[in-house]
T-cell receptor, first 112, second 112 residues
Framework: AQSVSQHNHHVILSEAASLELGCNYSYGGTVNLFWYVQYPGQHLQLLLKYFSGDPLVKGIKGFEAEFIKSKFSFNLRKPSVQWSDTAEYFCAVNAEGNKLVFGAGTILRVKS | SQTIHQWPATLVQPVGSPLSLECTVEGTSNPNLYWYRQAAGRGLQLLFYSVGIGQISSEVPQNLSASRPQDRQFILSSKKLLLSDSGFYLC???????????FGQGTRLTVV
């Protein structure tokens, strides 16, 4: 069965620091990969997605993620975080075409 | 455009009472439909997903069931609620074959 691991549950950064959130999945076949964000008191929204093609995916608000097939990873990055990036981030994988599985989430707090 | 409606937004139910949460999608046909439960530190736990009318896949053994009586309607039910059923329930839909999920507003269920 597919599963998704997010390595850090809590991350605290200062403004302008670089961000990298880890995500690994377990499934040997073709996958579709997603990062979602949930700002405090708000609903989940899609940050970026990977279906095929260029493994470096650009998303909204300056986020990007890199799909490394050999490592079963889809890490989220941002060169310089802002206070407004404080949120919970979820990695998700659809590995069987119809079932979308989420990781446990990473809570990011950016100190101003 | 597509919209997803989930109701009620909040619900307080006594232990042993039945449950029915409803979710409907507009503006698309043949969607994949999902029920998730979101808990702090555990991400979004996939409870059920459906690829068509009457087709339900259950991901975890529990006190809940799901039904899809119509193409764009997904219902989460229980015959007798337990205290442990308290939580935040999210309905979502996606297009077929691995698309991104779009979420409803969620239902905060408190079993007392």
């Amino acid at each position: 069965a597919q599963s998704v691991s997010q390595h850090n549950h809590h991350v605290i950064l200062s403004e302008a620091a670089s961000l990298e959130l880890g995500c690994n999945y377990s499934y040997g076949g073709t996958v579709n990969l997603f990062w979602y964000v949930q700002y405090p008191g708000q609903h989940l929204q899609l940050l970026l997605k990977y279906f095929s093609g260029d493994p470096l995916v650009k998303g909204i608000k300056g986020f990007e993620a890199e799909f490394i097939k050999s490592k079963f990873s889809f890490n989220l990055r941002k060169p310089s975080v802002q206070w407004s990036d404080t949120a919970e981030y979820f990695c998700a994988v659809n590995a069987e075409g119809n079932k979308l599985v989420f990781g446990a989430g990473t809570i990011l707090r950016v100190k101003s | 455009s597509q919209t997803i409606h989930q109701w009620p937004a909040t619900l307080v139910q006594p232990v042993g009472s039945p449950l029915s949460l409803e979710c409907t999608v507009e503006g698309t046909s043949n969607p994949n439909l999902y029920w998730y439960r979101q808990a702090a530190g555990r991400g979004l736990q996939l409870l059920f997903y459906s690829v068509g009318i009457g087709q339900i896949s259950s991901e975890v053994p529990q006190n809940l069931s799901a039904s899809r009586p119509q193409d764009r309607q997904f219902i989460l039910s229980s015959k007798k609620l337990l205290l442990s059923d308290s939580g935040f329930y999210l309905c979502a839909w996606s297009r077929r074959r691995g698309g991104e999920a779009f979420f409803g507003q969620g239902t905060r269920l408190t079993v007392v």
